[in-house]
């Protein structure tokens, strides 16, 4: 009997020493996978209808609190648009001008009032208001979430640069990590 047991045990240490090597084996495989979809593929944060909903909502008080109407655009992390809207009696030309603002901030990653300052500034950047969908007006910034830039937001009609950039910075929704600046 002890010599039967001897026998199983020296029989099963093989088998067990083999399948630690395919685990091992095994692992290194999904680790290269891992490796190489990461190499390949992204991983992305989208903004949702619900949130466009909340920034566009929350810079709507914003703007009325300084008695003004506004258009608004919010833009997903690849420049489309995911809401738009104008406000009654806004100009035509500031849905426009929102879009395009959220698209400047979302492609440079900065506010469009600090962008269109720097420019000004800084001879080497001035040719940047020429770029056909770049517009360097306050009321552009670019979302934020952990740490990447996943849209933008876009304000125009607010009364000047100043106070669109005001009513656009103020639609943060900090609960959710969804930050503007």
Known sequence: MFYKLQLLILLFIPMLSLAQTSNQESKKQ????????????????????????????????????????????????????????????????????????AYTSLSTKTPT????????????TQNLANLPELLLLGGGYPIWHNGRVIGGIGVAGGGGPENDDNIAKSATIEEAAILIH
């Open 113 to 124: 009032l600090l962008l269109g300052r720097n420019a000004k500034a800084n001879t080497d």
């Open 30 to 101: 999904k680790g290269s996978e891992f490796q190489t979809q990461t190499r390949y593929v992204a991983e992305s944060h989208q903004l949702t209808l619900e949130a466009a909903l909340e920034l566009t909502s929350r810079a709507r008080v914003a703007a009325r609190s300084l008695n003004k109407d506004v258009s608004i655009a919010i833009l997903d992390a690849s420049g489309q648009v995911i809401m738009l809207t104008r406000g009654n009696g806004v100009g035509p030309h500031n849905t426009e001008a929102a879009r395009r603002k």
